[in-house]
């Protein structure tokens, strides 16, 4: 059976430069029977599959079935989009990904990075702070209490933003759920920053390709801003967050060994 790679994220686990690197290296990939779709939307040079998360949110069948009519005839595909991580508090959504992509006719195959270290919670509160523009910032302290209650945080859209989504932060949580609907099918890999190549190659080695293809790798996307000494702000943001994570999770809820 053909096989559907579908990468979900997580936020912040380098998903921007998977993606890049999927959609510089799509020839290559289809030399080893592997399709990706690309969509047009503001993710420009990447495979985000972003429309794709919306139809799954929505339970759109009949479009769902449409996007994948774009896939060669006995062609295995690689999808991938961080928001499909949103779903993975929800067992019935998770089930519902399983049936549509077997209905669909592929053996789908999940592959999710997590992240442990002692910056995660304030790299992702420093992301919602690019966006303001965007969508509605809540104070630090709003931010660390709605993870404290829920291990997950929900932004708040507003009229120019396109959703609004969960950012679910139990890693162990995360991967008991998706495992428990997917089974073997289910890979789970450890995020690490500044860790090179290992980011791609992790990947790989789950799609089984020789390590001897001359693959292009992409420059590095969604770099996080350095706190400047000066920007006290940012410093106590940092502390602060840095603080909250051991307090609001244990070890094994983010590390997973």
Not at 231 to 240: E, S
């Amino acid at each position: 059976m053909k096989n559907c790679y579908l990468h979900i994220g997580n936020f912040k686990t380098g998903s921007t430069s998977l993606q890049s690197f999927l959609y510089l290296n799509k020839e290559i990939l289809r030399e080893y029977n592997i399709q990706s779709i690309e969509e047009k939307n503001y993710f420009k040079k990447t495979i985000h599959n972003q429309n794709l998360y919306k139809l799954f949110d929505k339970k759109d069948f009949s479009k769902i079935k449409k996007y994948f009519s774009k896939i060669k005839k006995n062609s295995n595909v690689i999808l991938s989009s961080e928001f499909f991580s949103c779903f993975s508090y929800n067992l019935k959504k998770i089930e519902y990904v399983k049936k549509t992509i077997s209905k669909l006719g592929f053996n789908p195959v999940i592959i999710f990075y997590y992240r442990c270290d002692g910056a995660y919670l304030y790299s992702l509160y420093a992301q919602q702070l690019t966006q303001k523009k965007n969508i509605k910032i809540e104070s630090v302290f709003d931010f660390k209490k709605k993870i404290q209650k829920f291990h997950f945080y929900r932004n708040k859209k507003n009229k120019f933003y396109f959703m609004s989504q969960d950012y679910n932060l139990n890693n162990k949580k995360i991967v008991e759920n998706w495992k428990k609907i997917f089974k073997k099918n289910f890979f789970f890999i450890k995020f690490e920053k500044n860790s090179g190549k290992k980011l791609f190659y992790d990947f790989l080695n789950i799609l089984k390709l020789p390590k001897k293809i001359q693959f292009e790798f992409p420059n590095k996307k969604n770099v996080s801003r350095k706190i400047k000494p000066w920007n006290l702000k940012r410093i106590f943001f940092y502390i602060y967050l840095k603080f909250a994570q051991k307090q609001i999770f244990t070890n094994n809820q983010l590390d997973l060994k």
